[in-house]
Structures are given as structure tokens and as C-alpha cells.
């Protein structure tokens, strides 16, 4: 599962959200840095967000992305995965904090965005699954980002 979750080159083919992902030249100090293109629509509203993030991996267990507002649509964010092996199965939490530099309808706001995003989960986590499967049976390559 952290594989598939952490391949940023690939993430994009796992939620038809993502128009585009991968990673970027990592900053100055060596830390991984990502780009994303998420389009998303809620009732009328539709929106594509780009994003620029640091990377912090800790491999099998956390992925943690913070937004990089200065060349983002977003002024803040912070999305964390936490996985936990259960025997054959892993346990995948999700939060996310973000706050747009866009002006979001006051009627669509986080409950509707999180209504959205709740509906996309069980999609998402099939193809998180067929994506890990995949990844189980080849080797890992080294600079992609998602080195174990």
C-alpha cells in the first residue's frame, strides 16, 4: 500500500480527480517535493487546484504532504496518510486540512466537499488496492520516491 500511495508519478491513475501528479525537483535541503492537479466539482461549483508540496515519507508507515503556498491555489494544507499492517489487510487513515487561496460558495463549503470526497473513497481504495498488488510483484526503483 505505501508504495502505491507514495508513487507520485503514478497517483494520478488512481482517482479520475487527479488530472496530473508526479514528483518535482526535490528542494534545497533534499527533501521530495510533489506537484498535483486535482479538478473536482461540487453540485454546480467545479474548480481545478494545483498544488506544489514537500514530501515527508516514512516508509510502510506515513506520507505526509504540506502544501508550498507561495506557487499553490492553496494558502495552506497538510494531507497525511497513516497505515497500519493488519496481518494481510492495512488499515489507511486519511485527514486533510487545507484552506484555498479561492473563494469557495458559502453553501457548497467542507461539509459538501467532504460529502464529495466520502463518495469517491471506495473507488479510490479499489484502485489503491489493485495498485499495491501490482507493485508487490516488481522490484523498487530507485529516485521515484517511493523507495522502501
Known amino acids: 500500500m505505501f508504495r502505491a500511495l507514495a ?3 503514478r497517483i494520478h491513475e488512481l482517482s ?15 527533501t521530495p517535493r510533489i506537484y498535483t492537479k486535482v479538478r473536482g466539482c461540487v453540485w454546480f461549483f ?5 498544488r506544489y508540496a514537500r514530501l515527508s515519507l516514512q516508509p510502510e508507515t506515513t ?4 502544501v508550498e503556498p507561495e506557487d499553490s491555489d492553496m494558502g495552506y494544507g497538510v494531507e497525511l496518510w497513516e497505515l497500519e499492517a493488519l496481518g494481510p489487510q492495512t488499515r489507511i ?8 487561496k479561492f473563494w469557495v460558495p458559502p453553501l ?9 470526497l466520502s463518495k469517491d473513497a ?4 479499489k484502485a489503491i488496492e489493485q ?18
Do not use: N
Not at 506520507?63 to 504540506?66: D, G, P, R
Not at 487513515?93 to 484555498?100: D, I, T
Open 7 to 9: 508513487d507520485y508519478d
Open 122 to 125: 471506495p473507488g479510490f481504495a
Open 16 to 30: 479520475k480527480r487527479y488530472v496530473e501528479s508526479r514528483f518535482i525537483e526535490p528542494a534545497a535541503d533534499g
Open 46 to 50: 467545479c474548480r481545478t487546484v494545483e
Open 131 to 148: 495498485s499495491a498488488e501490482r507493485l508487490a510483484h516488481q522490484p523498487v526503483l530507485e529516485g521515484t520516491g517511493s523507495d522502501e
Open 63 to 66: 506520507i505526509t504532504a504540506t
Open 93 to 100: 487513515l486519511y485527514r486533510h486540512e487545507a484552506e484555498p
Open 108 to 116: 457548497i463549503g467542507g461539509w459538501a466537499i467532504r460529502r464529495v
